[in-house]
């Protein structure tokens, strides 16, 4: 070993053939450093912000009394972010993605709260429930609303192409394409992978306009060529479980990530575990839960949000019916049959947006659709005031009386008509399962926009992998695709 250009040392290895070098030194790009200290900055303001309101609402002035709680708000920032850190919270596989680092954050505001808790009945010390009770939720929800603040900083970068992973991707070239082809979809994800590594027999000069520059015996080499920081191995025969472990060994000593995507796709991580059986890291993946106390909650969870929205929006939903019958002959309401859970059939109740007789004229569309599902951009039977409605999603309202009857859910697959379940394969059939929603994947990641395909990837992926906290990240998403008005036609 020998130092390099830049600080960095250079590995060498010699053999029965020529020498190979690759690079070996910290591979933390610069933006994951910068983003890093700014979240640490984030944490301290917060920690300051939250003890001082905190002291400042409890005593309001400094006396006797309160000393001791003042020289704890000067102390409790630095407890906080070590708190954080010890929770492994500024780790960047944390950033960007994911529900982990909100949840990591969380952890230390309970911990923290019953460590105090728990330590004053211990000690039989008298602690001011109410500076106590105010000090730390509030951290905690200062912290998480800055490092929200900041994630969405860091997906508009990535939209423009700035503060991405260099991907180096392994695995054969239809894997590689269908890697690269989601990474690019949904760029958030900060993966940019510049170039892959195919089987030795692999004639292929290019995948998906990234270059194939060597195989997978040469993947270390590759790395250090690319200055990539991430190497993806895809599910291949090729790479077995001791040829997985002997890249890892070589990728060691260059500090570049390792993640290996399974075999197993469209899975959520609540659903997986490893469990190592016989020195063997296996993967269990627990069936859906489509019944059960789960399925409970989020129907009265469903039911009683949707009835409170319905009290609350009665005024909007009392104008819209009126700009409805005002602007154009017809019924406010229009209402259709289709297919719920089980495939159960049920009526929908929607505001109107379309002229009289426009199910007449729908045998003289074309369909800008490339599956069962009807769908026509500038659509001419639509109303102007239902162009505007159909664009924030305002004409889907009144299905807040289906959530509560119980037909739909908040969210969920979309709800389809029946002759385009009556062209569903097997796989398709799987969306039946749940109770269609009135928002869901589709909503938040494109709306009418999406082809076929991947309406149907996202809604079977949220019936494979639906909990409760994903349906309010969904909820919380849907406002702001609602507002955009993009992809709704």
């Known amino acids: 070993m020998h130092d390099g250009p830049r600080g960095e040392a250079l590995l060498t290895v010699v053999g029965s053939g020529p020498a190979v070098s690759w690079r070996v030194g910290p591979r933390v790009p610069s933006w994951v450093r910068a983003y890093r200290f700014r979240a640490l900055a984030a944490d301290s303001l917060c920690g300051c912000a939250g003890a ?18 003042l020289m704890a708000s000067m102390v409790l920032p630095l407890v906080w972010i070590s708190a954080v850190a010890l929770n492994r919270a500024y780790e960047p596989r944390m950033i960007g993605v994911g529900s982990e680092e909100f949840r990591r954050v969380v952890q230390c505001g309970v911990a923290l709260t019953a460590a105090l808790a728990i330590g004053s009945y211990v000690t039989k010390t008298d602690v001011a429930r109410g500076y106590v009770v105010l000090a730390l939720p509030l951290i905690t929800l200062l912290t998480l609303m800055f490092r929200y603040g900041l994630r969405r900083s860091l997906h508009r970068r990535r939209a423009r192409g700035a503060c991405m992973r260099r ?7 239809a894997s590689v394409d269908e890697l690269v082809r989601l990474f690019r979809k949904e760029r958030y994800h900060g993966m940019d992978v510049v170039a892959a590594c195919l089987p030795d027999d692999a004639p292929v000069d290019g995948v998906a306009e990234v270059p194939v520059v060597g195989h997978f015996s040469d ?9 990539a920081d991430t190497v993806a191995v895809l599910a291949c025969p090729e790479m077995d479980g001791l040829a997985l472990r002997r890249l890892a060994w070589r990728l060691e000593a260059t500090r570049t990530e390792l993640v290996v995507a399974p075999a197993l796709m469209e899975v959520a991580g609540p659903r997986t575990t490893i469990r190592p059986a ?6 269990h993946v627990e069936h859906p839960e489509l019944t059960g106390v789960r399925q409970l909650v989020k129907n009265v969870f469903d039911r009683v949000l949707a009835l409170s929205l319905l009290v609350l929006l009665a005024p909007l939903l009392a104008g819209l019916a009126i700009a409805v019958r005002a602007t154009s002959p017809g019924p406010a309401l229009f209402r259709q049959t289709r297919v719920g859970r089980d495939g159960r059939l049920f009526t929908i109740v929607k505001f109107r947006t379309m002229r009289r007789g426009a199910e007449r004229q ?4 074309v369909s800008d659709g490339d599956g069962p599902l009807f769908k026509i951009r500038n659509d ?10 159909r664009r924030h999603s305002l004409d889907e309202l009144p299905q807040l009386i289906n959530v509560t009857l119980g037909h ?3 969210v969920g697959p979309r709800p389809p008509l029946p002759e385009e379940v009556a062209r569903y394969g097997d796989d398709v059939r799987r969306r039946l399962l749940v109770r269609p929603g009135l928002t869901g994947l589709w909503q938040v990641n494109g709306r009418s926009d999406l082809s076929w395909e991947e309406s149907v990837r996202l809604d079977l992926r949220y019936v494979e992998n639906w909990s409760l906290m994903l349906d309010l990240q969904i909820l919380w998403k849907t406002w702001s695709a609602v507002a955009r008005g993009q992809g709704a036609y």
């Open 167 to 173: 991907v180096v991707a392994v695995g054969h070239a």
């Open 52 to 69: 001082a309101a905190a002291f400042a609402f409890r005593f309001g002035e400094v006396t006797a009394h309160a000393t001791p709680y």
């Open 408 to 410: 739909m859910s908040l």
């Open 278 to 283: 016989a020195g063997l890291p296996l993967l």
């Open 380 to 389: 001419p039977r639509v109303t102007p005031l239902g162009t505007f409605m």
């Open 219 to 227: 993947v270390p080499l590759v790395v250090d060529q690319v200055r």
């Open 362 to 365: 729908k045998i003289t569309l």
